[in-house]
């Protein structure tokens, strides 16, 4: 149902680590440029890191240094290591881009489902 479906995430203890995925649901789909997204509570959704398809990475000072986004184009995958965690990066974090279909954009601007990260104190 979801066009972008989304695993990992979970509790961890502070200074723990998580690792989150995100791929497109449909048969020959692959990632485009994607980016990941947070909403932290009782604050705005912001962007975390994004990709190009030519595998170019940048991200947000608060995640330099701790995240690392990836792409794995042959499982189709996009992915977020996030290392040495803290209370302020709980939060449900969002992928977010384009599904391609060969070299082509299938679908923009599509979003995952959501994943739930809770860092304990």
């Known amino acids: 149902q979801e066009k972008l479906v989304q695993s990992g995430g979970g509790t961890v203890q502070s200074g723990g680590s998580l690792r989150l995925s995100c791929a497109p649901s449909?048969?020959?789909?692959?990632?485009?440029?994607m980016a990941w997204y947070r909403q932290v509570p009782g604050k705005h959704r912001e962007l975390v890191a994004g990709?190009?398809?030519?595998?170019?990475?940048a991200y947000e000072n608060f995640a330099k240094g701790r995240f690392t986004i990836s792409r794995d184009n042959a499982r189709r995958t996009v992915f977020l290591q996030m290392n040495d965690l803290n209370p302020e990066d709980t939060g449900d974090y969002y992928c977010h881009g384009d599904v391609m279909s060969g070299s082509a954009i299938a679908i923009a601007g599509v979003w995952g489902q959501g994943t739930q990260v809770t860092v304990s104190s």
């Open positions: 990709i190009t398809n030519t595998d170019l990475a």
């Open positions: 449909g048969d020959g789909l692959g990632i485009g440029g």
